[in-house]
């Protein structure tokens, strides 16, 4: 069965990193997802518009928000990413099918097709729920870690946001506003190359995660995405 193809307007494009854009978008009426999933959007090649590729963008609002809230990582000659940059204004429409994944919260153990270079997700909801994530593979974890707030008050919910430097932050005011208003989501910023004057962690998030959960990670459920060389 085809699923149907949406069309939405872009309302809002920001830089607010390096090379990273912030896109907001009009949701489409009887549009539906589940926090964690992506969509494929319609890219045209901007020398030939009529050749039209799919790529893929995790939904970075709420189900119940009322736009669609999406970040990207600019990739140097990326078709994307030269759309964004070059073509995409305030007021354009876009096409787009989906939702697709599985990367939600689960009760129990699962994994998703990813829509990121790396997406997964291990162990149970029973304890503690471990997110960690570099660059915009923080997107689907917007949505999920305010579900889990909900769903599990009386669970620890760490985030652990790792980039290369100051410039590559972003979101980080609403993750310090998430961490102060729910009482069991507490954030975590690492930094692999920060100035000097950075006070935070250092180090790539999977030497920063250990110190995060104090090497214990037993019966924590894990969510994982963005660069694949965190996994290795």
């Not at 009009?26 to 969509?39: N, R, W």
């Not at 995409?88 to 009760?107: C, I, M």
């Not at 153990?109 to 997406?119: K, L, R």
Request: net charge neutral; proline share 7%.
């Amino acid at each position: 069965m085809a699923l149907p193809v949406y069309t939405a307007v872009c309302t809002h494009k920001a830089l607010i990193a390096r090379e990273v854009y912030e896109m907001r978008f009009t949701k489409p009426a009887g549009f539906m997802f589940k926090a964690g999933q992506f969509i494929l959007f319609d890219v045209p090649l901007l020398e030939k518009p009529d050749d039209i590729q799919t790529r893929a963008l995790s939904i970075a609002s709420t189900p119940d928000e009322s736009e669609l809230l999406f970040v990207v990582k600019l990739q140097e000659g990326g078709r994307m990413s030269r759309w964004i940059e070059e073509s995409l204004q305030e007021g354009s429409s876009v096409t787009f099918k989906g939702p697709f994944g599985n990367f939600t919260l689960k009760p129990s153990s699962g994994a998703a097709a990813p829509p990121s270079p790396v997406s997964t997700g291990e162990g149970t909801n029973s304890g503690s729920l471990l997110f960690i994530a570099t660059g915009a593979g923080l997107a689907p974890f917007r949505p999920m870690v305010l579900e889990a707030a909900q769903k599990f008050p009386g669970r620890r919910i760490d985030i652990l946001f790792g980039v290369r430097s100051e410039e590559d932050l972003f979101w980080i005011e609403w993750l310090e506003e998430t961490s102060k208003k729910s009482g069991n989501v507490f954030s975590h910023i690492a930094l692999s190359q920060g100035s000097p004057s950075w006070t935070g962690h250092r180090g790539r998030v999977q030497t920063v995660a250990p110190q995060v959960v104090q090497n214990d990670f037993t019966g924590k459920s894990r969510y994982v995405c963005g660069n694949p060389d965190m996994t290795t």
